[in-house]
Every structure is written in C-alpha cells, then in structure tokens.
C-alpha cells in the first residue's frame, strides 16, 4: 500500500503523515527531504535563492521518479506537487496506491503559517493565495479521499 499526502503548505502532510506512517507500519516519506538530499543544499529556502524554483522542480520530478516503485509507505508530498502531473504519475505508479488531499481554508493555513520563514512561497501573502487558487482545484482532482484539516 501506498498513500500519497498532497495539500497546501501548512495543510499538516507531515504532521499527518507521521502518526498515520505509525499507526500502519509503514515507512514515511518526505518528498522535500528526498530534494534537499539531491540539491546538496541546507535547505528549501536555500534551493529557491540560489538555483531557482526551476531548478527545486526539476529536483521535485527526480525525486518523484525514484518513488515511482516504492510500496508500504506514506509519501508527504510538497505543496506544488500537483502543479506538475509526472510527479503524481510517478507517485501513482503502483497499484494500491491511494491520494489523500489534506484540505484547509486559506485563512487556516495563514494563521498556521504566521510567521513561517521557512517556506519561499509563502512570503508574500498575496501571491501565496493566488497559489492557493491555481491549486486547490487539482488538490481536488488528484484526490482519492478529501480530509478536512480545517479544525485539526
């Protein structure tokens, strides 16, 4: 089995991923861990200033592709994931292998993500909500199983 964690950035994927991993005995994958390993950079940020967004998708797509074959396992994707459908054919690629859309209203994640300067998209807010638009309809398509992270 192999459940794929897809959503916006403070949606809660690895807050999730971690017990839901647990609970199944199965191994948890970060998908932005797999890119910094292959970026040889510190960190998300880090990739952003010096290379480019170019370059973290083009990373994004190589770690997806070495996924591809992975079973047993709980995959916290990262938040543009869906922007780009190789990713998710890759991450797709197995049988038995389900997308959780981890779903938050706007104003959910910007109280979540209040003062995060850890994450290069989201600092500009107005931007970040126009993401947020562009995506949340392929969040919906991807999915297999839509969880409200509105409360949680």
């Known amino acids: 089995m192999k459940i794929i964690l897809i959503g916006f950035m403070g949606s809660g994927k690895s807050a999730v991923g971690r017990p839901l991993a647990q609970a199944l005995g199965l191994a948890l994958i970060e998908s932005d861990e797999l890119v910094l390993r292959k970026s040889n950079r510190s960190s998300i940020n ?31 994707t990262g938040g543009g ?29 910007r109280r979540r993500l209040r003062g995060d300067q850890k994450r290069p ?7 970040a909500r126009i993401l947020y638009q ?19």
Do not use: C
């Not at 998710?88 to 706007?106: G, Q």
């Not at 998209?121 to 931007?127: C, N």
């Not at 562009?134 to 949680?152: C, S």
């Open 46 to 76: 880090e990739i952003f200033k010096k290379d480019g967004e170019a370059r973290f998708r083009e990373l994004e797509i190589a770690a997806a592709k070495t996924l591809r074959h992975t079973a047993n396992a709980v995959i916290a």
């Open 81 to 109: 994931a869906v922007m780009n459908q190789i990713i998710l054919s890759y991450l797709k690629n197995e049988p038995k292998t389900v997308i959780i859309y981890l779903a938050a209203a706007f104003a959910t994640l």
């Open 121 to 127: 998209l989201w600092a500009d807010t107005r931007q």
């Open 134 to 152: 562009l995506r949340e309809p392929l969040y919906r398509h991807y999915a297999d199983i839509t969880v409200n992270r509105d409360k949680t």
